[in-house]
């Protein structure tokens, strides 16, 4: 028997309770998994709160992302003993995901664990990280240089922007992190931002076209926060978006990207195809420094999950929130 975090939907409220459960009650797939971390994302903390409709059938084990060991395979890509990582492809919220000490997938959705990763380092790194490649990746394939100018985060002291702003200064990017915290100057600083700003001073009502402050952006709260960075542009440069935490509407206007030949780039780890994927962790395995870990990672119990899945939604987080399975 193993730990698992279910979820169930009880008179249309969801409800998390910790439980036992057999190998024989996981769903289908060709390779079982011995889970050792999960992480603990926003999308996570919707689904354990039920505050989204991010459920798609309950009962669930929600967890999109986690890493382990290969306990069983019956794909000749992966043998047991393994290490292997998962993001995306719905689980945690199609199919049961990393909120379990075992769990059963299809052979196509893992990934290797690269040289130079454990599983510890690589939840510490998880969705949120991956996302936050995507986000540089997206920049560096557009022309955006360390030379072309500024690089402003928006939610910088979450999962994804956190990691955004150590891997764009780890590549000598001049980063501008913003915060609805200002208690998070510090750590984002040690990060390597040079400058900060207030979520209120990126958030205000912008004109359609205002000063050229940005060569290249990552956005990870959308709304009006997305529609201020658009129109602080530089011309030819380009906004990698990420989130919606601020809202999926964009009062904007066309003038950025005519008048400055702005590009906007959508980011989603859930659709990433398969190479790249494998590409990305090869490429984080490589970027992010050994110091990084201890920063940004803190590891609770799974039965710590249901109030983390509150205290991230609140934004009381600051950085990554790994679940260590083994606890």
Not at 125 to 145: D, H, K, Q, R, S
């Amino acid at each position: 028997m193993f730990k698992a975090l279910i979820l169930n939907q009880v008179e249309g409220k969801t409800h998390a309770e910790v439980r036992h459960l057999n190998v024989s009650d996981l769903p289908e797939g060709e390779v079982l998994v011995d889970v050792a971390y999960s992480s603990l994302n926003y999308k996570d903390g919707l689904a354990v709160t039920g505050t989204g409709k991010i459920i798609r059938s309950f009962p669930m084990v929600p967890g999109i992302d986690f890493a382990g060991t290969v306990a069983e395979s019956a794909d000749a890509r992966f043998k047991a003993g393994d290490p292997v990582i998962l993001t995306g492809w719905g689980v945690g919220e199609r199919h049961w995901g990393g909120f379990a000490q075992k769990a059963r997938v299809k052979a196509d959705w893992l990934v290797p664990m690269p040289a130079g990763l454990d599983a510890k380092q690589a939840m510490i790194i998880g969705t949120a990280g991956f996302t936050a490649m995507l986000c540089v990746m997206a920049l560096e394939e557009a022309g955006v240089t360390p030379d072309s100018g500024k690089v402003v985060v928006t939610g910088a002291a979450g999962g994804v922007g956190s990691v955004s702003v150590l891997l764009l200064a780890q590549l000598g990017y001049h980063v501008v992190a913003v915060s609805g915290r200002p208690e998070t100057q510090d750590f984002l600083t040690a990060l390597g931002a040079k400058e900060f700003m207030t979520r209120e001073e990126m958030s205000r009502p912008a004109h359609p076209l205002e000063s050229q402050n940005w060569a290249g952006a990552v956005d990870v709260v959308g709304g009006s926060t997305l529609a201020r960075v658009l129109a602080e542009m530089q011309y030819g440069g380009t906004v990698a978006a990420c989130g919606l935490a601020g809202g999926f509407e964009l009062n904007t206007t066309v003038m950025p990207f005519i008048l400055r030949n702005v590009s906007l780039r959508g980011v989603d780890s859930v659709s990433c195809p398969q190479e790249r994927r494998v590409k990305v962790w090869e490429r984080l395995a490589a970027a992010m420094p050994p110091s990084a870990y201890a920063e940004l990672g803190c590891a609770i119990a799974l039965e710590e999950v249901p109030q983390a899945a509150k205290d991230i939604l609140a934004g009381r987080i600051q950085g990554r929130l790994l679940v260590n399975l083994n606890l």
